[in-house]
């Protein structure tokens, strides 16, 4: 692989898609040396094929809002890759989507599908549409226009959405309203994330989140550490934050640290049953703000606005919010406040430049495709029980979850064992997804 050129290559032909190049880059950087020692791979034009999507719809929603204007936003679902299965990934809504996030978002979704070890293809879209101060009435419309165009598109055997950022049970809902109407059908694995009673699994709302700390848990004990009291900060307040903090919280660490987009709030005890679950009625109420947790309990909580989670001194560093959300300055700060352990759980949640100080810094350093890849291993579980039309409990799902994680990560410390014992977790996420991948599409002909 001419790894110079294959770059230049793509820069030219999809200049200014900044997130995208970037994603592709720190694949390609990993996965170049194993690469090479497969002639097959080379002949077959695997990369050149694997880095542009099967296709990219892209549609006008137009919807009235509660004035009775008329709005329109952009929708897109990015179809990458179906070597392994229909094409999986969310939907996310949020004001900054553009071709070039879905299409990082949907190229990073093809290997943390991969490393389930779950048949499912990798995909993604979402639309510009900002759902900050909305009401449920504009959410619900919105949400129906968008699939007005997308439900031709999806189905089961096709292509399976779920939630993402800007997108949770009630949008999977309202989306899942819609599709059926559409469609008339009741496909229920046509999209995950979807409520229980009607097709949704347990466990899948907490699944993310449950999955990253297995993840952490497994990397803490692999330097003979325990959770036990550790300090963990997490950025953001939804949904992913949300399940990192029950699941941080019972294997007895402390969460120390929640932030949004106005600031953070450092809680120097850790965070409280009440306090998680008013997470939830802060995401449900559209303002993004995460200081209303400080105003309902401002014993527990200290707000402060413009700072970042990352200012908290903590021993376990987890962004959850978004890509690109930790730099190098704020690495550096978490490296001088004694951090032991930083782990993605947000997409691409860290700067190649904050990535590279940790790893300097030798502390260990998990990707986002393998750390929250419970999200989406669980939603490939949500549509097995679709199909068997079956129901599994709780505890049954939490199983299978924590198995994937660990073999998720067995996978990383496999292919991502270093000469001098150390493990690049990046490195081993990366070409253990990517031989799944390379198999199946060399397996599978040129098409
Ligand atoms: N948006 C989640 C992710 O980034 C979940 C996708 C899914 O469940 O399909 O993996």
Known sequence: MNLKKIMADLEAKHPG?????????????????????????????????LVEPDRIFTFRVTWVNDKGEVCTNLGYRVQFNAALGAYKGGLRFHKAVNVSMLKFLGFEQIFKNSLTNLPLGGGKGGSDFDPVGKSDEEIMRFCQAFMYELWRNIGPDQDSPAGDVGVGGREIGYLYGAY???????????????????????????????????YVERMVKEQKDTMKGK????????????????????????????????GVCEIKNGITKDMIDYMLEMRASNRNKVEDMATKFPKLAKFTAGKKAWSVKCD????CAFQNEMDEKDAKELIKNGVKYVAEVSNMGCQPKAIAAIQKAKIPFAPGKAVNAGGV????????????????????VDVKLHKIMNDI???????????????????????????????????????
């Not at 046509?190 to 449950?210: D, V």
């Not at 376990?316 to 962004?319: K, R």
């Open 377 to 396: 291993a669980t939603s490939g579980l949500e549509i097995c029980q679709n199909a068997g039309h079956i129901n599994w409990t709780a505890e049954e």
């Open 180 to 214: 059926k109407k559409l469609a008339r059908e009741h496909s229920t694995g046509a999209l995950t994330g979807k409520s229980y009673g009607w097709g949704g699994s347990l466990i899948r709302p907490e699944a993310t989140g449950f999955g990253a700390i297995y």
């Open 17 to 49: 898609e900044s997130e995208y190049l970037q994603a592709v880059q720190e694949v390609l950087e990993s996965i170049e040396d194993v690469y090479n020692k497969h002639p097959e791979f080379e002949k077959a034009k695997i990369v050149e094929r």
């Open 316 to 319: 376990i560093a987890c962004p």
């Open 231 to 262: 300090k963990i900060a997490l950025s953001g307040f939804g949904n992913v934050a949300w399940g990192a903090a029950i699941k941080a919280t019972e294997l007895g660490a402390k969460v120390v640290a929640i932030s949004g987009p106005d």
């Open 409 to 447: 990560y067995d996978m990383c410390v496999e292919y991502g064992k270093q000469k001098d014992g150390s493990i690049n977790y990046v490195k081993g996420a990366n070409i253990a997804g990517f031989m799944r991948v390379a198999k199946a599409m060399l397996a599978q002909g040129i098409i």
